[in-house]
């Protein structure tokens, strides 16, 4: 005789970049088995692979994950995680003065990822010639490789390769150049033609793209010292 399945309860979240309501179901003891190889692993790859295969099977709505950003990713996933296992998180934190590490307990229901809507998603280059942006997608950020500390020119490479993917358009005083129109080399001479201040100033924008972030300040158990910390990305509040 078959055993009887359980229903899952369903829940509603937003997509932060399009204000989409999607319908999911929290995930399953199998599913969670592999987010815990997946975290386990430090592979960030493999870690939002694993995330994107979970939502794709818990959310109910017909949506493509690959167009998700980065941000839209965290968010959804914060709410599914919150919903299988707990609103509550527990993380260990260093005190930045004697390394103690200090239990901290953080609600993920005040957790959340924060958009500016009065943000400028235009970088003028000069007078006459600007640049619209666009949110890159996960797909986009899949060809990247992993960066070692100290690696500079794999760090300027990922940059490079960040901008090209989070170009919408770049328009001059007669016309609109879509970036879809344009092949990656074009669109990297394009980069490469720029100054240092004018590299610079797209890197800022790409550098405060929405994330989940959380501020948290608390006192060490073992010295005393007042502790205050930015918690940037879901990986900050599930290892």
Known sequence: MALPLVNASKYEATIPSTGQVIE???FLVKEEKLLMVALESKDDKLIVRTMKDV???????????????TFDLEELFLRLRAKSVGEKVELNLKCE???YENPQVVDLDELGVKINEDRNNVVMINDEVGIEFKYPSLT???GLNVVKEGD?????KAMTHLIIKSIKSIFDND????????TDEELENFIDALNSN?????SEWLSNIP???HNIEYSCNKCGHENSLELRGLQSFFT
């Open 97 to 99: 003065e004697c390394d």
């Open 24 to 26: 999911f179901r929290p």
């Open 55 to 69: 939502l794709s099977s818990c959310v109910y709505s017909d949506i493509d994950i690959n167009t998700f950003t």
């Open 152 to 156: 500079t020119k794999g760090q300027l």
């Open 175 to 182: 016309n609109v150049y879509p970036a879809v129109d344009q």
């Open 140 to 142: 986009d950020l899949e």
């Open 198 to 202: 004018q590299f610079k100033e797209i």
């Open 211 to 213: 994330s989940l972030i």
